[in-house]
Every structure is written in C-alpha cells, then in structure tokens.
C-alpha cells in the first residue's frame, strides 16, 4: 500500500479491486517483457487487473494501453497550445505520465486522431481525478472535450506524420502491475479468453467503442465477456 494515493496490488487473479467474476480460469498468453519507461512510479500509480494490453508474439514484448476518461468538460479556444484536462482515477491511483500523447478516441481503432495533447505536468493532488496540464498545435477552431470522453495514447506514424491510437491491445492484465523503485525488468502476461464469468468494466480503466469492438467484436480474437452492471 502506498499512503499517497491509497494504491493497493496483489498477483492474485483479478487483482486487488477482483475485476473478474467466475471460476478465475482463462487462457493467457504467457509472460513477456514490458517497458519500464512505459509504466507509472509505483508511488503514484500501477496497471490494474483488466486493462488492454498488446502481446506481440513476434517481439516477444508487451506493451500497455491508456485510457482515460475525462472528469469534467473542457472549452477550448481557438488557438489554444494549452489546456489542463481532469481524468478520472480510481483504485490503482494516477496512471498518466510526462510526456505521454493523448488524444479523443477515434471511432475505428485505425482512425486519425486530431489533436494530439502531450502531457508536460500531473497533478495528483485529488483523490477522484488527476489534472493534467497538455499541450498541442494551434487549435484551428474552439471546442469542447465533453465530460466522460475517453482519451487514448497516441504515436505519430512515421509514413504521413499523423496520430493514431499507439497500442492496439489483443489481450487484458488479469493481476495489477506494478513497477517496483528497486525493478530493473518486469513481465507481464495477458489473458485473452475466460472460461466463464465476465470482465466488470465499471472497476477498470476506461474502453473506447473502438477498442471494444476491435478486440471483442466479430474480427477480434479476445473471448472475454464485459458487464457495466452495478457490483
């Protein structure tokens, strides 16, 4: 337990906040290694049980998928370089991080993203959301970023010099990840089908449409079952 953001982890199937229902049996796809440059200080923060990850089997390497949906509307002007945007937390404390590139999830997983917003501050001062300071390009026109929207981390592709979604997840964390301050490496394995039971969205980091019906939806290879309802 880490006394400044209440942040709790266990190993255990489904972790500490137990985000499965069932028998807690599935099939994974056997451990790889993560970036640690990719992962919040355990004192702010972990990866917990439930959130989309990519296990690329060629690499042998795993990589996480952020989301975050946002805490409050925000109105931005035209021209705007800057903005500060409040995400929500739960649980598993703050998972945003210097220098991350969000941006509102686009409606196929493929999809450009407009704006990317590059994260240069956190705070993580309220128990209920961090407040992220982000910058971007001159904004064409003003706007708003609506209250429960969810923010994906995006990458620029190198081909046409636009943003789209960076990890494309084909499996979920079934335990918390954490980086330890002593971790010089750490793996990570990821389920892709359950044998009964479901996923309680309502306990993990957000899912975007797009990334619901890619992994979940009739070309996705993930058999995991969700349920928004109340636990």
Known sequence: MYDYQSVSNTHSYGGARVVFTGTKQGVSSGKYPVDLTTLPEAVNGMIPAGTPIYMNDA???????????????VTY??????????????????????????????????????????????????SLYDTLTVSCTATEAG???ALGTVLVEVAENDSDSKFYVKVLPNAFTFYDVVKLPTATELWVDGLFAQIDGVLLTRRIPPLADCVKAYMLGASGNVYVRLSASQE
Do not use: D, W
């Open 59 to 73: 690499a042998k390497t795993a990589a996480v998928h952020y989301a975050f949906e946002v805490y409050e509307a």
């Open 77 to 126: 002007l035209t021209g705007a370089t800057s903005m500060s945007i409040k995400v929500k937390k739960l649980h598993e404390g703050s998972r945003a991080i210097v220098g991350q590139i969000l941006g509102i999830a686009p409606s196929v997983i493929t999809g450009e993203v407009a704006i990317p917003l590059t994260i240069t501050a956190v705070t993580r001062t309220n």
């Open 143 to 145: 706007g708003t970023i």
